[in-house]
């Protein structure tokens, strides 16, 4: 089946340095790859999406580029806010015959981010 | 726009009971997801709705859960003779029929079985 590996937590930074979480993933469909943000008390926020391979997504400073050769979609961020403290999960989504769109989540990154 | 409503946030039964989970799409939305969330499984995909028809329920436990879609306005996840193991945030999303990949999560059921 479909599998999402990305990098394990938690992840605690300094406000103003850089963010990578990996992610890869596995499955023998054409996925859509996804980063969603979740901010404690509520559910997963989509932070973008990317339907093409060797495209490029990006929201609030963060950007991910979906390479289809290394089945990677990792996570980058140029400088961290204190803000941006929560758990980020990468998804993905295939469609078979206009019937299937259920996202299948990796475990989740817990970043946190001091000031 | 009041996003996707979840009730009730928190739920407790005692082991054995029933559980009813509501969830209330945005209005215009065709689709209905639910999800499980646990510290162990992390994210888990239950079931979905179309304009109101079961599509896919190939998460759904077989023994004890069920769920439903009346009208376009609300959604049930109802558990029976609940389990300790069943304790978990559950999750609604919903999205547009143009945007299907672009689900919109409430916030969420705690249920916590006794």
């Known amino acids: 089946g479909d599998s999402v590996t990305q990098t394990e937590g938690p992840v605690t930074l300094s406000e103003g340095t850089s963010l990578t979480v990996n992610c890869s993933y596995e499955?023998?469909?054409?996925?859509?790859l996804f980063w969603y943000v979740q901010y404690p008390g509520e559910g997963p926020q989509l932070l973008f999406k990317?339907?093409?391979?060797?495209e490029k997504g990006s929201s609030r400073g963060f950007e991910a580029t979906y390479n289809k050769e290394a089945t990677s979609f990792h996570l980058q961020k140029a400088s961290v806010q204190e803000s941006d403290s929560a758990v980020y999960y990468c998804?993905?989504?295939?469609?078979?015959?206009?019937?299937?769109?259920?996202?299948?989540f990796g475990k989740g990154t817990l970043l946190t981010v001091t000031p | 726009n009041a996003g996707v409503i979840q009730t009730p946030r928190h739920k407790v039964t005692g082991k054995g009971q029933e559980a009813t989970l509501w969830c209330e799409p945005i209005?215009?939305?065709?689709?209905v997801f639910w999800y499980r969330q646990t510290i162990v499984q992390g994210l888990e995909f239950l079931t979905y709705?179309?304009?109101?028809?079961?599509?896919?329920d190939s998460g759904m436990p077989k023994e004890r859960f069920s769920a439903q879609m009346p009208n376009q306005s609300h959604s049930t996840l109802k558990i029976q003779s609940t389990q300790p193991q069943d304790s978990a945030v559950y999750l609604c999303?919903?999205?547009?029929?143009?945007?299907?990949?672009?689900?919109?999560f409430g916030p969420g059921t705690r249920l916590t079985v006794l």
């Open positions: 999303a919903s999205s547009l029929q143009g945007a299907l990949y672009e689900q919109y």
């Open positions: 499955t023998k469909q054409y996925p859509t």
């Open positions: 990317v339907p093409k391979a060797n």
């Open positions: 998804a993905l989504s295939w469609n078979s015959g206009g019937s299937n769109y259920k996202l299948t």
């Open positions: 209005s215009g939305h065709s689709a």
């Open positions: 709705f179309r304009n109101q028809a079961p599509i896919d």
